[in-house]
């Protein structure tokens, strides 16, 4: 059964870059036709879409992030990862990695816990 | 796509039928999906194609719609499902969710 894992640092300082990872188990990073995405939840708000890397490395991301944003997979080591660059406090939130088994996108059908991240000096 | 949600929030009791709508501001076919989020825990996908019910998933959530006008019920509210539900579109990027509508006990 696949299962995910977010891990990174709780605390981070603003303007600096925030890293992510998000490790798979119980099932192939590489298979086709897969996705997998990050998401995030500000503290009393609700979900907002970060972006998608499909199984080829093609990725999509949600502009209102401004181009800060890059997602990878590393197949070698089960892990994608989520970068955000020049954070501020309106980074703040949890943090989850989740996968969409869909050839065509259905919809999110396994999450990791989600890993809380907080921007503050 | 703009989702919005309505209501944002509602008090039902335990045998309750519940319907909340997502409508989106442009066509999205059948590519929504809708996801129940309780506290501490990660979000679960209930319905995806706007009606098609995810494995594991009680038959008391069905979802209905299609264009911009989406339903999701809940036939009888039961002690678990209350929690806030989110629904999102996959028909073009960006992605995106609806605000969410908490459910809570009456």
């Known amino acids: 059964q696949l299962q995910l894992q977010e891990a990174g640092p709780g605390l981070v300082k603003p303007s600096e870059t925030l890293s992510l990872i998000c490790t798979v188990s119980g099932g192939s990073i590489s298979s086709s036709n897969y996705y997998w995405g990050w998401i995030r939840q500000p503290p009393g708000k609700g979900l907002e879409w970060i972006g998608n890397i499909y199984f080829s490395g093609s990725t999509y991301y949600n502009p209102s992030l401004k181009g800060r944003v890059t997602i990878s997979v590393d197949t070698s080591k089960r892990y994608f990862s989520l970068t955000l660059s020049s954070v501020t406090a309106a980074d703040t939130a949890l943090y989850y990695c989740a996968h969409d088994s869909g050839s065509v996108l259905r919809g999110l059908d396994v999450w990791g816990q989600g890993t809380a991240v907080t921007v503050s000096s | 796509i703009q989702l919005t949600q309505s209501p944002s929030s509602l008090s039902a009791s335990v045998g309750d039928r519940v319907t909340i709508t997502c409508r989106a501001s442009?066509?999205?076919?059948?590519?929504l999906a809708w996801y129940q989020h309780q506290p501490g825990q990660a979000p679960k996908l209930l319905i995806y194609y706007a009606s098609a019910l995810e494995s594991g998933v009680p038959s008391r959530f069905s979802g209905s719609g299609s264009g911009t006008d989406f339903t999701l019920t809940i036939s009888s509210l039961q002690p678990e499902d209350f929690a806030t539900y989110y629904c999102q579109q996959l028909n073009d990027y960006p992605l995106s969710f609806g605000g969410g509508t908490k459910v809570e006990i009456k």
């Open positions: 442009q066509d999205i076919n059948t590519y």
